[in-house]
């Protein structure tokens, strides 16, 4: 065409161009309002949105099911039943327990009854020999000493405690080897006069060097209690290689001595020993090489 029509194009094709950048223009403002680059955290915001939702709906759906639940079964429970029934199992679980509260207290009275039944008997076997040991004690540790005899341990039978004065008390095992030696003869003693009873007041109790582990000093106290025993009726004997020791016995002495060559009776060994019978008293001597 010629130069008028495409000076007229032209500038239409200007103003549709204008039109479009203007239009252009407004969109990429109107995008730019919209804040594009927060699309991903607003699309995690929604789907948190909705998965929250669709727990709700859940938790909806178990409430509706329960009171559906709820609904169908109402009436057919009887609270006034739960109760007695609760209540029978009450009555029930205390009448079993006043039972065997009641065989708990007489199995308790009942031990109790036993105990101290078994506590006389202990004292009133024990302390016959009790006292008669205390007697032959206080030759050696003086006026004071008891003695205990526990025979209700069925661990511990024969179970002996000394008090001594000024002392506190020692059981049996806890005594010195001297001791020891001692308070078991002077048992011997109480029992061989306790059983002498059956024998005529007479029964005769043997010591073959029983008191080796005490010194001289505690000997002469023992011939003390010896003499005590033989004046109660006891014939008393001891077997000592030392006779020295016993000279203040108050005893007839025998010294015995090997068999000569030719003796119709043979010896392995020879001894002395000691016997006391009633106020009299004998020892006898064993030969030294014994």
Known sequence: GDAAARAHA???????ESAAQNAVDTTVAALSSLRPESLETEIARIDRVIAIELNRQKDAHARLASARTTLATNGTTDPEADRL??????????HEHDREKRHAEAIDLLHSLFSQ?????SRNITQ??????TGYL????????????????PAKPHALSITRPGTPTFPFDALSGGAREQVAAAVRLATAEILAASHHGCLPILFDDSFAYSDDERIRALQSMLDL?????????????????YIGFGARDIRLAP????????????????ELTGPAAETATPNPAR
Request: aromatic share 4%; hydrophobic share 40%.
């Open 259 to 274: 068999p000569q060559p030719g003796s119709p009776h043979r010896m392995t060994s020879a001894g002395t020993s000691t």
């Open 229 to 245: 025993a033989a004046t109660r009726g006891l014939q008393v004997i001891v077997l000592s290689c030392t006779p020295a020791s």
């Open 138 to 153: 206080e030759c050696l540790f003086g006026h004071g000493v008891r003695i205990d005899v526990d025979w209700t341990d």
């Open 117 to 121: 039944a078994q506590q006389s008997i």
């Open 10 to 16: 032209i500038a239409a094709a200007r103003d549709t």
């Open 128 to 133: 016959p020999i009790a006292d008669r040991i």
């Open 85 to 94: 029934r609760a209540r029978a199992r009450f009555d029930h679980a205390r």
